[in-house]
């Protein structure tokens, strides 16, 4: 006999997590479609060449890799990005731009399991390939607000900077050049505080101890809950960055990006300049944002992205700039979960029919398509074993309702319609396609 | 530069493939919710002794296997029915019995490519485990029912039969024993007709001519589009059974089977009983399931199934039996696209709003929003190119209205809801939250 366990860092979804997993993704699906972004799908599969080298050495360590049948180096993909690369580099000349795409597929890394990690989870990707366009950048914004509302969030906040004002802020401070270090020192601030960040910058940035005050003083510049805060910041950083073009050009789209989300309806309290947010990853080039949730702000960015120059620029002569934003599935998951956004429930269906008048299959089967065709979930019981014992099932799983209908019942042509949750039960009559229970079970699950 | 290509046998699905193909999992979602079934999911990667095995020899072939970080031996799944084996036995406790699940999830076969098939392919299996009872197997046959109608599909059978007839047939031929081998035989009647499959019998069942004559003659046997050609053949069966016992119970079962669905009110045309449908795997032991398009019978099963007496017997020594089936999801979607069930579109969104009026961002950013709100999916085009150029991308794409908003129209506050199929418009208020424009465009759209 083989023992039954998964492997380490990976894991099966059990119903009770599995139907809040599908919940949420299909709320992604619904959000991304309503801004027109159409779905794709690639390969679990790549050629190695197409994945190593494009993410850091830990990725390319982390990269679960083999020799296929043919004798061909192959891996599996460890985030969406790059086979998003790959795809447009094969398909822009049919897809054509702008290309608003999303994804949700599993992605998997060896990575180290200590550190609470799995090797496989799913990503929700959303980006617009092929323009330089502000527009983009705002709907990056309005997509992940969308998102969080629809998935029950009231308190969040979406934090968003750019990196060309990081540049004319540190071109200001004498650190151009090193803009990539000092950025990836300051990605950091949430994990190893000011002071660590200090000394890396100090260190792989050859920043002076004075420089390293600066930026850390700028990255603590952001919107606060006043409704005023972002237009303060956009103030008083204008002097600040007075001269570096780079800087300025970032600064203006900033202050364009935020009145947009405004426009189109984003509530001040939602959307916070945030200077020190920085995104390690280098190839982002403009708009960068996360999302945090202001009851959880430890659990970190639920919702991170940002704007880049060029995707596809290994794989392709033409330039695709773009634009877009990872949903963090898992994370948001564990965060409902904490926060009781959740409905507990191992079924998928409302209402429960139990067996127990072994001889009126046919009318059960009858009755349970019947309300099946009027929009309701149905499950029958399979075996005529004592009603407790059923109900004792019904319960545990979380049905809503219950159907109680025994040889009297039968032969009176009515059902009791059980509330599970209350406890109580109404006598309803059974007869025109069951209609009345329609009736009653709605009644129920609306209350 | 990296040459931008995928694996062979290995698929990049754009948004004309993958918006149907959501659709038809979206479709299969509500079915099996609609009875119960919970989805679950299992990892890509399970230790390789799982999966080694399991089916035959070619899938122990075809299985993508390679040591990971740790010096494991994995494998790639290559179904979804060793896994939820594996599944059930390490969490039944917790699960408990009924267990009805569904799974959706891509499966891996180094397959041999020159025969069309892909090396990765999604899979939609539902399973009721953990019981014997008849329901979960009329259960079965009105989920796929229920899920060929939901797809739009009206010309299908679903053909049952019970491995059980076949095996009290197969004994008063003398053929005891012989069961496994005249079975995979008669499984390949679709492919290599009466003749072949006779010899096979012959040479590898050592079955006499005589035999194998009798064996295709009661394969022969199912009923035809007449409303009694269930009940006559059942009336045939008797007496070619009568004195097997394992025949009878098979026969009385296919009886009731047949009577549940049609009481649940599957139509007569629908469901037949065809006793050359045996389904070549070994692990099918009572009710076995194929589904036929009328309009594309060459094209083979889309919903196949049965019943299994023991599900996990590797994994644990709990008795785990159980039905179910699987829809073939890709050879359904070149189905639908062969039938012209599938509407053509590159977007998800029905409704375009071009970018003219460069000062009005806020105001179409604001409308969009509000668009949205009230249900519709809207597509805001990200750059101020000319009309024209705007609208073709829109008619590329396959969007259906197109709200034409410019300086004159904001002046006005109206808007020109354009039907992009029919090259109409009509002028419509803006003002009200949009909602003129959103019942324009319903009506539009239902049209």
């Known amino acids: 006999m083989i023992q039954p366990r998964t492997l380490k860092g990976f894991r099966d979804y059990p119903p009770a997590t599995m139907i809040p997993r599908e919940a949420i993704i299909e709320t992604a699906q619904r959000v991304y479609r309503s801004y027109g972004f159409s779905p794709i799908d690639t390969p679990a599969l790549e050629y190695l060449e197409i994945l190593t080298g494009k993410g850091s050495a830990e990725t390319d360590k982390q990269l679960y890799r083999f020799e296929d049948h043919g004798g061909r180096l192959v891996g599996m993909r460890f985030d969406l990005?790059?086979?998003?690369?790959?795809?447009?580099?094969?398909?822009?000349?049919?897809?054509?731009?702008?290309?608003?795409?999303?994804?949700?597929?599993?992605?998997?890394?060896?990575?180290?399991?200590?550190?609470?990690?799995?090797?496989?989870?799913?990503?929700?990707?959303?980006?617009?390939?092929?323009?330089?366009?502000?527009?983009?950048?705002?709907?990056?914004?309005?997509?992940?607000?969308?998102?969080?509302?629809?998935?029950?969030?009231?308190?969040?906040?979406?934090?968003?900077?750019?990196?060309?004002?990081?540049?004319?802020?540190?071109?200001?401070?004498?650190?151009?050049?090193?803009?990539g270090t000092v950025l990836r020192a300051l990605d950091k601030l949430p994990k190893i505080g000011a002071e660590g960040v200090a000394a890396e910058m100090v260190r792989s940035a050859k920043a002076s101890d004075e420089q390293a005050r600066q930026v850390l003083q700028l990255a603590s510049l952001h919107g606060e809950t006043s409704p005023h805060g972002n237009t303060e910041i956009l103030g008083q950083l204008e002097p600040l960055i007075a001269g570096s073009e780079e800087g300025e050009a970032g600064l203006a789209h900033l202050t364009q990006l935020l009145a947009g989300s405004q426009a189109a309806g984003i509530a001040a309290h939602h959307l916070q300049l945030d200077i020190s947010i920085a995104r390690g990853l280098d190839y982002y080039t403009g708009m960068v944002v996360e999302t945090f949730l202001d009851d959880l702000p430890k659990i970190g960015s639920v919702c991170s992205g940002g704007r880049y120059d060029n995707l596809a620029l290994l794989y392709t002569k033409q330039q695709l700039p773009g634009v877009g934003a990872s949903l963090g599935l898992d994370r948001l998951l564990a965060a409902m979960e904490e926060l009781d956004l959740l409905e507990e429930a191992s079924t998928t269906a409302e209402v429960f029919l139990p067996y127990f008048a072994a001889e009126h299959l046919g009318d059960y089967l009858r009755l349970a398509s019947q309300l099946r065709a009027a929009g309701l979930r149905v499950e029958f019981y399979p075996e005529t074993k004592k009603l407790g014992k059923q109900l004792q099932y019904a319960n545990r799983k979380g049905f809503r309702v219950a159907l109680v209908i025994g040889e009297d019942e039968f032969m009176a042509g009515q059902c009791q319609v059980k509330d599970l949750a209350q406890g109580t039960s109404r006598t309803v009559d059974m007869r025109e396609s069951g209609s009345n229970i329609v009736n009653e079970v709605k009644r129920v699950l609306d209350a």
Chains 1, 2 share one sequence.
């Open 81 to 179: 990005t790059v086979p998003l690369a790959r795809f447009v580099a094969q398909h822009i000349g049919q897809l054509g731009i702008p290309f608003k795409r999303y994804q949700i597929a599993n992605v998997w890394r060896g990575e180290n399991t200590q550190r609470g990690r799995y090797r496989e989870f799913r990503q929700c990707d959303f980006d617009t390939v092929g323009t330089n366009s502000l527009v983009a950048d705002i709907e990056t914004i309005l997509v992940i607000h969308d998102l969080l509302q629809s998935l029950g969030f009231e308190r969040f906040t979406i934090r968003v900077n750019n990196r060309r004002v990081l540049t004319g802020l540190l071109d200001q401070l004498g650190l151009r050049g090193q803009t």
